[in-house]
């Protein structure tokens, strides 16, 4: 009987150390008052090295090693050019947009009233909820690549983890994870065996480093009405799931603890966006030290696992747990600890580093790439390789977004103008099928792309970007933000031109509209006195036209004339030599 008894108990505690991850968390200290505590100073606080073991190799968790061993910027980036952002997850159950996981506990946001009508009161029934019911039986990422290949993709950004803290594969250390509780798929595992089978380069992306204040609206409760101060389900216990559908898995590795104790945080937590003042967690050192090599240890499960071409961490400043911005909490290597690791693996599967880190808004640092997100800057960018990122209607599905395909190519027009990739996110529906209305607009894409690649893929950017209109003082540009209606209504025409130099050396002059038949296009850039190119031009082409075209050299630009017949959509192309 005390063998049987021994066995039963020691059964239960290694299934309660599974289910809070082969990093179980450690004790933290009780709750205080809201608002009671000072942040700790981030600018004396010394970095932590948190000594993660990491694949062998040249590679050492140091920005000066990263810098010094990084062979550069990868030739397939240069190549690819343009790439769909997979960023997909239990939160387009919500049908809400972006951050759906946080604001289900705002009683002001749409989140909350689209939450209580499909699961009920988070005080009862909170995002732990919408991760058991999720289930994404439509999503088939064979399929899906095959559509984001024929639009021209050459890469994708696959989301791995939100901030909403759910792992989408078999994480060795979070048991909130898409093979536990949901789909009971491995997500991530699928998509990477589609993307090899198809020739698609791909990157998982990672959003977890502030979710520990992220999640702290979990731990509210309504300020009125007939549930006031009845706490959210943040506040739940590992003991209090005993007999319930989450029993052993412990509240605390989805929503983190409660740190409203802070100065600034419970504020900062009713704001759109806004991260807590900066500084440290300075009453849970040990908790964060946990947090931020749990963080590392999950990306790392990726790499090891799954072999992805990049990996992706996202925020506003320098990187993750620098004590400042989203990176508040601590200053510790974590970001080294696993970019080291990465190229390390990199050069043993592979035998030379064509992978890379993308750290977001960081500054030039040999080893990471940047993003521009919604916005494409105005001036050429080569400084570091970047991404322009941005949605179709938002981050994630809701209903009512705009479908234009005409906006997307602009959008990339746009970015490879001044040297960088873009990368487009087309919401999924909470089911994982993409509709009609996206289907067409990447067909759409893929049309354009097999006619004026030539001018996109392995390009860099020409002396200047750009020339066309200027209001007030400023070129005129697609609009930055999500991709919608002012972007697919905002009008362009024939002396809004953008330049690349192709991977042959030819310039290609890309109209951002298809202007009438039989007109004249005068690009200004290329005047006998501009001085941009310095050469006599021997022919010119327009991509998709098997004519010849009229045009002729001026002091005042290369006049062209246009076919008398145009049958062409969103922006045409012009190959100069």
Not at 60 to 77: F, M, V
Not at 261 to 273: I, Q
Not at 362 to 388: C, L, M, S, Y
Not at 396 to 423: H, K, L, Q, V
Request: positive net charge; hydrophobic residues 35%.
């Amino acid at each position: 009987m005390r063998t049987k008894i021994l066995f039963t108990f020691l059964s239960l505690l290694q299934f309660s150390v599974y289910a809070q991850g082969k990093n179980p968390i450690p004790e933290v200290p009780n709750s205080l008052p809201i608002n009671s505590v000072p942040m700790g100073n981030s600018e004396t606080f010394q970095e932590v090295d948190l000594k993660i073991p990491i694949a062998e190799g040249p590679f050492n968790p140091t920005w000066e090693s990263i810098e010094k061993n990084y062979p550069g910027e990868p030739a397939w980036l240069r190549e690819a050019k343009f790439g769909i952002w997979v960023h997909f997850g239990p939160q387009a159950a919500g049908e809400s947009g972006d951050w759906y996981a946080r604001n289900l506990y705002k009683s002001d946001k749409l989140a909350y009233k689209n939450h209580i009508k499909k699961y009920g009161h988070p005080s009862e029934a909170g995002y732990k909820e919408v991760l058991r019911d999720w289930n994404p039986t439509k999503l088939d990422p064979e399929k899906l690549t095959k559509i984001y290949q024929d639009a021209g993709a050459r890469f994708l950004m696959i989301q791995g983890v939100h901030h909403d803290n759910y792992d989408l594969w078999n994480s060795e250390y979070q048991p909130w994870n898409s093979v536990n509780i949901g789909p009971k798929r491995d997500l991530i595992g699928e998509w990477a065996k589609a993307c090899k089978a198809n020739g698609m380069r791909y990157g998982v992306t990672f959003h977890h480093e502030y979710t520990w204040w992220w999640w702290q609206t979990a731990f509210g409760s309504d300020k009125e009405g007939s549930k006031k101060g009845i706490p959210y389900d943040g506040h739940l216990t590992l003991a209090d799931g005993k007999g319930k559908w989450w029993e052993g898995y412990d509240p605390k590795m989805l929503y983190g603890i409660d740190l409203r104790a802070y100065k600034g945080v419970d504020e900062k937590a009713h704001t759109n966006w806004s991260p807590p003042p900066a500084g440290i967690f300075s009453n849970h050192i040990g908790y964060a030290k946990w947090y931020a090599k749990n963080w590392a240890l999950r990306m790392m499960d990726v790499v090891k696992h799954y072999d992805p071409d990049f990996i992706y961490t996202d925020g506003t400043v320098q990187g993750p747990f620098t004590g400042d911005g989203t990176g508040t909490g601590l200053k510790s290597n974590a970001m080294q600890s696993v970019m080291a690791d990465f190229y390390n693996r990199s050069l043993q599967r592979r035998g030379k580093v064509n992978t890379f880190s993308i750290v977001k808004f960081r500054h030039n640092t040999n080893g990471t790439v940047n993003t521009e997100e919604f916005g494409v800057p105005a001036n050429i960018k080569k400084d570091q390789p970047w991404i322009a990122e941005a949605p179709v209607g938002d981050w994630f599905y809701a209903p009512d977004f705009t479908y234009d395909s005409g906006m997307m190519i602009r959008y990339i027009i746009e970015a490879i103008a001044r040297d960088g990739n873009a990368a487009i996110c087309i919401s999924l529906l909470p089911d994982g099928s993409i509709n009609e209305e996206s289907q067409k607009m990447l067909k759409e894409v893929g049309n354009w792309m097999r006619i004026n690649g030539e001018g996109v893929y392995g390009s860099h950017a020409w002396v200047i970007p750009a020339e066309g209109e200027m209001i007030n003082g400023k070129l005129k540009m697609l609009p930055g933000g999500k991709l919608g209606q002012k972007q697919a209504e905002f009008k362009f025409d024939a002396q809004d031109i953008r330049f690349t130099v192709g991977k042959n050396n030819k310039l290609y002059a890309f109209c951002m509209n298809v202007p009438a038949p039989n007109t004249q296009i005068k690009i200004k850039s290329l005047a006998a006195d501009a001085k941009h190119y310095g050469k006599k031009v021997k022919t010119v082409k327009l991509l998709g036209y098997k004519g010849k075209l009229k045009w002729k050299e001026t002091a005042d630009g290369l006049l062209i004339t246009c076919p008398k017949d145009m049958p062409f959509a969103t922006a045409v192309v012009f190959e100069i030599e």
